[in-house]
Every structure is written in structure tokens, then in C-alpha cells.
T-cell receptor
Framework: GQNIDQPTEMTATEGAIVQINCTYQ??????LFWYQQHAGEAPTFLSY????GLEEKGRFSSFLSRSKGYSYLLLKELQMKDSASYLC?????????FGAGTTVTVRA | SAVISQKPSRDICQRGTSLTIQCQVD?????MFWYRQQPGQSLTLIAT?????????ESGFVIDKFPISRPNLTFSTLTVSNMSPEDSSIYLC????????????FGPGTRLTVT
């Protein structure tokens, strides 16, 4: 099975930067995904890494190191609407396995 | 991206009854997935549904409890059978986009409460 770890909660101030780390142990790695989930809503796709390095998408960036089994999601210029749960998911073959999620609270 | 709808959006059911959840996609997709998200928890894959074959269930989930149909490339159903309060959860279907990085897109979910 997969072992995916991420912090439970993080709090940051509006306009600041927050980095959410994700470590994983898996066999048959086929990509790492980050999803955002607001309370009561379905997860929405944020980013995807399959090769080592940084992927930037506007205010959101995601980094992957396959040799270390490590990824992070970087949220810049935080806005109140970024308060949500952020899910790290590892793809093996065609299946996604999710971490428990990190609840980010943005304060004014 | 794919547009996914689910019915019902929520339901309250009695213990011992069954509920069938429908998932409709606006384009043909090979793989459809069913997940469960229990209160305060992350997503757990129940099964993978391919058209024309039996669903593949993950460890801890069985066909008798969660029968799945996949009659065509745009539709699937998940039935939660003989429900107990422990089945209270959000049930989500998702699909592979099919091109590019193969990200999965999720439906809005069905919030089930069993009393």
C-alpha cells in the first residue's frame, strides 16, 4: 500500500506564503497530484508532477523529488479564499492514493 | 476538463435500506472511480469501474456491499447496500481526463446520512 504523510493543519496570514510538505512511500510511482478541497465541496485539481523539479502555475507551485519521496505545494500571496484542505495524492498505475489532507487557514 | 454530475446530491436513509448513486459524465471516459470520504477524513478509493467488465474493488470493499454498474462510457452507478450508520459519508465519483497528465476530475459528491 501507499504511505502518504502531510501536516494536519497550517495557519498563515493573508498575503504571506505557505509551504505544505508531503512525503510518500510507494511502489510503482506514476505521478504526484495536489488537490484543493473547500468544505462541503469536491476536490479540484491544482497541480501535477511526474518528473523532479518545480512546476509553477500562477500563485501555486509544486515541487517533486522522487529520490526523496518528497513533494511540496507552495501557495503565494495568500488570499482568504485559499482557506481550504489541500490533498496530496500519489498515482500508481491508474489509481490515486490520498494523504489525510492539510487544512490551511488564512487569517486577515 | 470533464463535467461530472451526481444524483442525489444528498440523502438521509434508514438503517438496512439501500441507496443507488448515479454518476454522469459529459464525455466518454474509459475509467470511472468511486471514492468515499468519511467525516473529517481524506478520500478512500472504493473501486474502479470499466465499461464492459466487472468493477475492481479495493481492499476492505466488496461487491455485495457496494455493487457497481457501468453500462456505457458516460455513466456509472454505485449502490450502498444494507446501510448502517457507519456508511454515513460523502461518496464521490471521478474520471480520468484521458490525455495529458491523466489528472482525475471529481463529481460534486453525494452526502449520505444513515440513521
Amino acid at each position: 500500500g501507499q504511505n502518504i504523510d502531510q501536516p494536519t493543519e497550517m495557519t498563515a496570514t493573508e498575503g504571506a506564503i505557505v509551504q505544505i510538505n508531503c512525503t510518500y512511500q510507494t511502489s510503482g510511482f506514476n505521478g504526484l497530484f495536489w488537490y484543493q478541497q473547500h468544505a462541503g465541496e469536491a476536490p479540484t485539481f491544482l497541480s501535477y508532477n511526474v518528473l523532479d523539479g518545480l512546476e509553477e502555475k500562477g500563485r501555486f507551485s509544486s515541487f517533486l523529488s522522487r529520490s526523496k519521496g518528497y513533494s511540496y505545494l507552495l501557495l503565494k500571496e495568500l488570499q482568504m479564499k485559499d482557506s481550504a484542505s489541500y490533498l496530496c495524492a500519489v498515482r500508481t498505475d491508474y489509481k490515486l492514493s490520498f494523504g489525510a489532507g492539510t487544512t490551511v487557514t488564512v487569517r486577515a | 476538463s470533464a463535467v461530472i454530475s451526481q444524483k442525489p446530491s444528498r440523502d438521509i436513509c434508514q438503517r438496512g435500506t439501500s441507496l443507488t448513486i448515479q454518476c454522469q459524465v459529459d464525455s466518454q471516459v474509459t475509467m470511472m472511480f468511486w471514492y468515499r470520504q468519511q467525516p473529517g477524513q481524506s478520500l478512500t478509493l472504493i473501486a474502479t469501474a470499466n465499461q464492459g467488465s466487472e468493477a475492481t474493488y479495493e481492499s476492505g470493499f466488496v461487491i455485495d456491499k457496494f455493487p457497481i454498474s457501468r453500462p456505457n462510457l458516460t455513466f456509472s452507478t454505485l449502490t450502498v447496500s444494507n446501510m448502517s450508520p457507519e456508511d454515513s459519508s460523502i461518496y464521490l465519483c471521478s474520471v480520468d481526463h484521458g490525455t495529458g497528465p491523466l489528472e482525475q476530475y471529481f463529481g460534486p459528491g453525494t452526502r449520505l446520512t444513515v440513521t
